[in-house]
């Protein structure tokens, strides 16, 4: 009988949360040179001459130390990058990319996701936190967002004690940064926050199309039937996990969304039984962090039920997290044309 994900219940110590901040497997090998620009779209190449300048700023400051190891005034310009556009236009890319082209060790870089960084905080006390992440010089957060008020301020009041201690922040998201929270909470009443929040950093806009759905047809056609999904992951073997849909949505509410990457340990392909379309947004976000990490460790997907690109409902895609919606199925259609091409 194939694995299942709802049988999982990982426990991450604070050390491996640590440890494992570093791009993920899909973006463990990219570089700036691998990342080919759209010619029809000029602020690609724009960011990749941005971030190669970003990366040399960030040298010259490991160069520039005062005595005793304290880092010398910082080289002009604001502290973080910031790289805002539309999903599948490769920001984790070249957000990965600008954490490979420091060459420092591991060590002095951090790259996490939003998620990952405020469940660091959690698991280790604010100051703990701080002094973890005051010795690198560069923290990459991926997929940031304001989901709450409470975050704006934690992560105000982060990114001003790393901005103090000297360390490069470089971010991507969906959302400008003087517009996050926006359509999801009282953001007006967190304007000073989310102002500081954005005077840290320059933004780089990257316009573009999809590059992962680029000519291709909607997402395919899923397996027939339950039973299909049934014996499709029986036959794959070893690293195949088998769950019904409904029953894996309950799980994922019991396990923290910094902890989704884990509970995915030794998989390769995820088959899921009956996928229907999903009209609760704390389910929908669940699944959103869920697809990202499918995304960042290539993790292919067999669905019965409706097509992928049907999973979220109309007034989903309509409100506030759209674009956390719409990522989600851009990364998950992809996953299913993956196991549709290796089929």
């Not at 050390?15 to 570089?31: D, K, Q």
């Not at 309950?250 to 995820?270: A, C, Q, W």
Request: with cysteine; aromatic share 8%.
């Amino acid at each position: 009988m194939p694995d299942q994900l709802v049988n999982r219940h990982p426990e991450v110590p604070p050390s491996r949360l640590i440890a494992e901040m570093i791009p993920p497997p899909r973006f463990a090998e990219v570089s700036f040179e691998t990342y080919v620009p759209d010619p029809a779209e000029p602020s690609q190449e724009r960011a990749v001459t941005a971030l190669r300048a970003f990366a040399g700023r960030i040298g010259e400051s490991q160069g520039r130390r005062g005595w005793f190891g304290r880092r010398a005034a910082p080289p002009a310009g604001r502290p973080g990058v910031y790289l805002d556009g539309g999903f599948g236009v490769g920001k984790t890319h070249l957000l990965a990319s600008l954490w490979h082209a420091v060459a420092v060790p591991a060590e002095l870089k951090t790259f996490c996701t939003f998620v990952e960084l405020t469940n660091l905080v959690g698991a280790l006390g604010f100051a703990t936190a701080v002094e973890a992440l005051s010795g690198r010089l560069l923290v990459c957060i991926d997929e940031f967002e304001l989901d709450d008020p409470g975050d704006t301020v934690l992560v105000s009041t982060l990114l001003t004690r790393l901005t103090e201690a000297g360390v490069k922040t470089a971010a991507t998201s969906n959302t400008l940064p003087d517009k996050l929270g926006e359509g999801r909470f009282a953001a007006d009443d967190f304007l000073r926050e989310i102002q500081a929040l954005a005077a840290r950093f320059d933004v780089l806009r990257i316009d573009g199309e999809d590059y992962r759905h680029r000519g291709l047809p909607a997402a395919p056609q899923p397996v027939a039937s339950a039973d299909t999904v049934t014996a499709v992951a029986t036959a794959y073997g070893p690293g195949g996990a088998l769950d019904d849909f409904d029953a894996l949505c309950r799980h994922l509410s019991t396990v923290h969304p910094s902890r989704y990457g884990p509970l995915l340990d030794g998989v390769s392909r995820v088959h899921l039984r009956d996928v229907h379309p999903v009209d609760d947004q704390s389910i929908a976000l669940r699944l959103v962090v869920l697809a990202d990490r499918l995304y960042d460790r290539g993790i292919s997907v067999v669905a019965s039920g409706v097509p992928l690109d049907r999973l979220f409902t109309g007034e989903l895609l309509a409100g506030g997290y759209r674009k956390k919606y719409y990522r989600a199925v851009s990364r998950l259609v992809a996953l299913s044309r993956e196991t549709t091409a290796r089929s």
